[in-house]
């Protein structure tokens, strides 16, 4: 290849979109939505009842559960020992948060560990957290980082969009402020790095798989705010 057509075609590279803009593309409707569901305003204008807010607070501990099992399963698949690493530490860091959370946050709701030891999962949460795991364990290190995704990078968006307009309810302003923060951006940052040195080897059939379980995720991320506004229990 001539010194020319290398500097043009360098500069193609570097012109072309991220495969994670393309992946956020495809999901701008659904996250428009997300952050018009009352759950997320009602968090902002400190309106959420309190009793939402403790069922979301019980089903994301359960949930935190299962995510990191699923995090864990994805170390093990990943191409480079620096990924897993990274990957491992943040398996870590969600029980981590899962006990900071109970200890600070559901404590002064009232929910006991006891009570947290004995709740169950409800329909959404449960759906949500097995597409994950069967995911990790079924599908490639690529699918299941694609499915992974939008937890980190959704929640990011929404805590910074919601820091924008403040709470004027402590409990929830904190909550806000612990997706907001400047390191939690950090590591969505490592994880969407990851994504696009995947994607970019990726033949367009992984791609395209990839695109279809980054949307499902974030469909169920929506899905578990609007769970949590509705209370869901099982039935009959």
Same mark, same amino acid.
């Given at each position: ?10 500069? @193609? ?6 495969? %994670?803009? !393309?992946?956020?593309?495809?999901? /701008? ?28 607070? /019980? ?8 995510? &990191? ?6 170390? &093990?698949?990943?191409?480079? =020992?620096?990924? @897993? ?7 870590? *860091?969600?029980?981590? /948060? ?30 949500? %957290? ?15 980082? @694609?499915?992974?995704? =939008? ?18 309810? =402590? ?8 997706? @907001? ?7 969505? *940052? ?41 209370? !869901?229990?099982?039935?009959?």
């Amino acid at each position: 290849m001539r010194r020319r057509e290398l500097i043009l075609f360098q500069l @193609a590279v570097r012109a072309a979109p991220k495969f %994670t803009s !393309e992946l956020w593309a495809g999901i /701008v409707p659904v996250y428009n939505k997300t952050l018009a569901h009352p759950f997320l305003t009602g968090l902002a204008a400190g309106s959420l009842a309190r009793p939402k807010f403790r069922f979301y607070l /019980v089903q994301d501990a359960l949930y935190l559960v299962e995510y &990191s099992r699923a995090l864990k399963i994805l170390a &093990s698949k990943s191409p480079k =020992p620096e990924w @897993a690493l990274a990957l491992a530490r943040d398996a870590i *860091e969600t029980m981590e /948060v899962e006990r900071k959370m109970h200890k600070e946050i559901l404590a002064s709701y009232s929910v006991t560990a006891s009570e947290l030891a004995a709740a169950t999962m409800a329909p959404l949460c449960y759906a949500y %957290t097995n597409h994950l795991l069967l995911t990790c364990q079924r599908g490639s290190f690529s699918d299941g980082l @694609a499915a992974m995704l =939008p937890c980190y990078w959704v929640y990011w968006e929404v805590g910074k969009h919601l820091k924008k307009k403040g709470s004027p309810e =402590p409990a929830y302003q904190r909550w806000i402020d612990q997706y @907001a923060g400047a390191g939690y951006g950090q590591t969505v *940052e490592r994880v969407l790095a990851m994504m696009d040195e995947e994607a970019a080897a990726a033949p367009p059939a992984a791609k395209t798989r990839m695109k279809r379980l980054f949307t499902l995720s974030a469909r169920y991320e929506y899905l578990f705010w609007d769970m949590a506004w509705r209370q !869901e229990q099982w039935l009959p």
